[in-house]
C-alpha cells in the first residue's frame, strides 16, 4: 500500500489569521469548527493546514504553491492579492506576457501567480 498527501502544513505565528488570507486567495472556507486563536486551522477543500509555531520564518521556503488565476489575468490576480495583504517578492514578468510573480503571504511565505490557462492558450 502506497502514502498520499492529506495536507501541506504551514507553519506559521498565527494559524486563524494566515488561514484567512489563504481561505480568500483560494475563495474556499476554513473549517467550520476553526476559530480566531486556534493552533491549528484548515482549508480542507484545498488539503492546505497551517499550524501556530514559536519560530519565526528565517529563510525562503523550500516548497512553495504555484497558483493559477481561474477566472481572471495574472495581473489582474496579482492585483487583487496585493489588495488582501500580499507582497511581490520578485516579478518575473516579461514582455512577451511570459512568466511569473513570486509574491509573499502577509508572514513573508512565498508563492507564485502563473498564468492563466486563456493565457497560456489552454
Known amino acids: 500500500?502506497?502514502?498520499?498527501?492529506?495536507?501541506?502544513?504551514i507553519d506559521c505565528?498565527?494559524?486563524y489569521t494566515l488561514g484567512?488570507?489563504?481561505?480568500?486567495?483560494?475563495?474556499?472556507?476554513?473549517?467550520?469548527?476553526?476559530?480566531p486563536g486556534?493552533?491549528?486551522?484548515?482549508?480542507?477543500s484545498a488539503g492546505v493546514l497551517f499550524v501556530t509555531v514559536p519560530d519565526a520564518k528565517t529563510v525562503k521556503?523550500?516548497?512553495?504553491?504555484?497558483?493559477?488565476?481561474?477566472?481572471?489575468t495574472r495581473d489582474e490576480e496579482?492585483?487583487?492579492?496585493?489588495?488582501?495583504?500580499a507582497t511581490v517578492v520578485d516579478d518575473?514578468?516579461?514582455?512577451?506576457g511570459t512568466g511569473w510573480v513570486v509574491m509573499g503571504d502577509p508572514e513573508g511565505n512565498e508563492f507564485c501567480v502563473e498564468r492563466s490557462a486563456g493565457e497560456r492558450g489552454e
Open 1 to 9: 500500500m502506497t502514502s498520499l498527501i492529506r495536507h501541506v502544513t
Open 13 to 15: 505565528a498565527d494559524a
Open 20 to 35: 484567512t488570507f489563504w481561505s480568500q486567495v483560494l475563495d474556499q472556507p476554513l473549517h467550520e469548527e476553526d476559530h
Open 38 to 44: 486556534d493552533p491549528m486551522a484548515l482549508i480542507e
Open 61 to 72: 521556503n523550500r516548497v512553495h504553491l504555484d497558483l493559477q488565476p481561474q477566472d481572471r
Open 78 to 85: 496579482v492585483e487583487r492579492l496585493v489588495a488582501l495583504g
Open 92 to 96: 518575473q514578468r516579461r514582455p512577451d
